[in-house]
């Protein structure tokens, strides 16, 4: 089955300064890289997500980047601010049939004033 | 529109003893799952929906049962608890397999 590795598990950054989070994937089918945001204590948030037809994708200050050849894929957050601290999870699954999420172990992100 | 919902929010059972958690959607989405979160492993899949009155295993199915009886709703139940399945759970559904999943806010479970 599909393996996702996550890291770093911890990252602390100054305000304003760029965070950047990287995952890699096992199974070559993978298509869909959704990238989730959990908050203490809530469930986890869709923040951005790419498909594998796709290399880079940007949502104002996130932005994600594909690399299918090396199958990973990473999470770029910019001017970094404090509501941007929580939890961040990237997931990968092969859409079609049950679109199952294999989630890597989550990355703790601290964005210190 | 409440999304994703889950009851209850935290419960505490003692080893042996059986309950079933609630997940209900109001987006009429077909595709419904179950996660577990522990820490340090991130979340993995106990069993998933693709449409009423189907299931499917996950990656860790053993102890658990699921039902998709009404579209909306989503039930997963323990018929013996044991301390191993003490953990978060949480509950998604997405409109396709193609779409996004969206998460409920969770269940704490805690097994003494």
């Known amino acids: 089955g599909e393996n996702v590795e996550q890291h770093p598990s911890t990252l602390s950054v100054q305000e304003g300064d760029s965070a950047v989070i990287k995952c890699t994937y096992s199974d070559s089918a993978s298509n869909y890289f959704p990238w989730y945001k959990q908050e203490l204590g809530k469930g986890p948030q869709l923040i951005i997500d790419i498909r594998s037809n796709v290399g880079e994708k940007k949502d104002q200050r996130i932005a994600v980047t594909l690399n299918k050849t090396a199958k990973h894929f990473s999470l770029h957050i910019t001017e970094t601010q404090p509501e941007d601290s929580a939890v961040y999870f990237c997931?990968?699954?092969?859409?079609?049939?049950?679109?199952?999420?294999?989630f890597g172990t989550g990355t703790q992100l601290k964005v210190e004033l | 529109n409440a999304g994703v919902t889950q009851t209850p929010k935290f419960r505490v059972l003692k080893t042996g003893q059986s309950m079933t958690l609630l997940c209900a959607q109001d987006?009429?989405?077909?595709?419904m799952y179950w996660y577990r979160q522990d820490p340090g492993m991130g979340l993995r899949l106990i069993h998933y929906?693709?449409?009423?009155?189907?299931?499917a295993k996950g990656e860790v199915p053993d102890g658990y049962n699921v039902s998709r009886l009404k579209k909306q709703n989503f039930l997963l139940g323990l018929e013996s608890a044991a301390p191993s399945q003490t953990s978060v759970y949480f509950c998604a559904s997405s409109r396709t397999s193609r779409e996004t999943q969206y998460f409920g806010p969770g269940t704490r479970l805690l097994v003494l």
């Open positions: 929906s693709v449409g009423e009155g189907t299931t």
């Open positions: 987006m009429n989405h077909e595709y």
């Open positions: 997931a990968a699954s092969v859409t079609g049939g049950g679109n199952k999420l294999t």
